[in-house]
């Protein structure tokens, strides 16, 4: 059933592909590497515009170079607890740290994924944990991916096909596939069998089903004869992870800037195939032959001859046919379709995002462009993408034991994450302007009218300031520091005040002294 309804999507795929990308196959029922799908493309326009903005999205939202994620508390208040603030710096320096380790794939395999996410609309991605190396990352083509939605449109269901050799059935199921075995008695190691993973909704977890694990996970061996299950197993997560980068309602798979670029480049490649044949006839003209006017083969060739008849002018017989081919029309029209691609790949961001350094402004720019054209999707990359995928690995490393004891503070609290992307940050700092501009209006009214400032909570506007700078929260004090702080405070204050008094009246009285021995 899968496989029937994916039928359509596989069309405007394997059209993308063949005309905009040229990668992947999706004609076939297996990838196939290595081959290339570039016999109807004459513009590489649509290849250029993807290659940049999968950079340009891998920047945004998974920047290796920047802190792209940060964990906090559901509950702001327990960040100002020292103990709490200190274990969630820990927790978050360790994710980083098995996230980003070389081991664990995780650069290439995002890229491989945004290559699918953004091509075609899908994209694919298992989080998983070795038992030696820990947890680690791995990119699945999305001509092995079949999906299912639950009622509220979260995929809940991925099933993978796949092939293997009858000796890496046997290496990874050790005796449990008859087929695998037969084909080994036969010295036949190297015969394919298909493989599907089914990963779905335990609905007997509650009841004890599978380890209790609320997805299932079975692997079948499909080959001549029954199928063969192979290995049940079970998930505490959802481990495939599949992004859409937008959808329809209704819909299972995502639609892509690739979707929405292809009709632009069919014509872009229609038209320079035309630009060139006309360029060719320009350069390399077709000729002319006057009837009975040669007398030899013709020779085209560099260097070559031809034995002519001249005729009273002295006028040969071969002559060149002018093109007459306006090139300009034609190069308009093609850029004007180069254009119509690039912006399907949103090129008015990329403009910004080129610049190496940023100014603030730009920076604020750059998100206001972002939110106008990308807000929607990229909302829709971190709520299937990175929440999941930061969620499992936070998981996997608690369940395994490899991270920080929590305080008694956290326990039954909810840690999230928050994202750091270069987005997130311009939208922070759009926020800390209004923010200061908002307390500069009240300080302006508060030069008239001081009452004014009991409408605002300073020490709080102080903290939303320092949080949306992204800076560390132990460089903030606690609220009872500062009330320590403003306490100790007071007191020199007082206690200066009372000095000073002391010293007023100890000089009033020696002066009085002075006056009445004068008297």
Do not use: C
Not at 73 to 91: F, G, K, N, R, Y
Request: without cysteine; charged residues 25%; aromatic residues 6%.
């Amino acid at each position: 059933q899968m496989e029937s309804e994916r039928k359509t999507w596989e069309s405007t795929w394997q059209e993308i592909s063949e005309n905009l990308l040229g990668r992947r196959d999706f004609q076939t029922q297996y990838p196939v590497g290595g081959r290339q799908r570039l016999e109807n493309i004459y513009d590489g326009t649509g290849m250029q515009a993807h290659d940049e903005f999968v950079a340009m999205v891998s920047s945004l939202l998974t920047n290796p170079a920047t802190e792209w994620f940060l964990l906090a508390t559901a509950v702001p208040q327990l960040m100002e607890i020292p103990s709490v603030a200190a274990w969630v710096q820990d927790a978050q320096d360790h994710l980083r740290f098995v996230i980003n380790r070389p081991g664990s794939g995780f650069q290439p395999q995002m890229h491989e994924m945004y290559n699918d996410l953004i091509g075609w609309g899908t994209g694919g991605i298992a989080v998983l944990e070795d038992p030696v190396e820990g947890l680690y990352f791995h990119a699945h083509n999305l001509q092995e991916l079949f999906l299912d939605e639950d009622s509220r449109g979260r995929v809940n269901a991925v099933f993978r096909k796949t092939r293997m050799t009858a000796r890496q059935v046997e290496e990874k199921y050790p005796g449990k596939s008859g087929a695998a075995a037969r084909h080994m008695k036969s010295k036949n190691e190297n015969q394919k069998i298909v493989i599907v993973q089914a990963i779905f909704p335990n609905n007997e977890a509650h009841l004890g089903g599978i380890g209790n694990f609320p997805f299932a996970s079975a692997h079948i061996a499909i080959d001549e004869g029954a199928p063969e299950k192979l290995m049940e197993s079970g998930f505490y997560e959802m481990p495939i992870l599949t992004p859409r980068w937008s959808k329809d309602t209704g819909e299972f798979y995502g639609r892509s800037p690739g979707v929405n670029a292809l009709p632009d480049g069919k014509m872009a490649n229609q038209m320079n195939k035309s630009v060139l044949k006309a360029g060719q006839k320009a350069i390399d003209p077709a000729i002319l032959i006057g009837d009975r006017g040669v007398l030899s083969t013709v020779r085209t060739h560099a260097g070559g001859y031809t034995s002519v008849r001249f005729d009273g002018n002295r006028r040969g017989p071969i002559e060149a046919l002018e093109s007459r081919a306006q090139f300009q029309i034609g190069l308009e029209l093609l850029e004007s379709r180069q254009r119509a691609i690039e912006q399907k790949y949103h090129a008015n961001i990329l403009e910004i995002f080129r610049k190496s350094n940023m100014t603030a402004t730009e920076i604020i720019e750059l998100a206001e462009r972002v939110d106008r054209s990308l807000s929607p999707v990229l909302g829709r990359q971190q709520e299937e993408l990175l929440n999941p995928l930061v969620n499992r690995a936070f998981s996997i490393e608690m369940r395994a034991g490899r991270m920080p004891p929590p305080p008694p503070e956290l326990v039954g609290q909810t840690v999230i994450v928050e994202y750091q992307s270069p987005v997130a940050r311009a939208q922070k700092a759009s926020e800390k302007r209004a923010l200061r501009e908002g307390v500069a209006g009240a300080l302006e009214v508060a030069s008239a009218a001081p009452e004014v400032l009991d409408n605002y909570d300073l020490d709080a506007i102080a903290r939303l300031d320092w949080r949306l700078g992204g800076l560390p929260v132990e460089g903030m004090r606690s609220p009872e520091a500062v009330a320590a702080l403003r306490e100790q405070r007071a007191q020199q204050v007082a206690a200066q005040q009372q000095l000073e008094a002391g010293l007023a009246i100890a000089d009033a009285e020696s002066k009085f002294n002075r006056g009445g021995r004068a008297a």
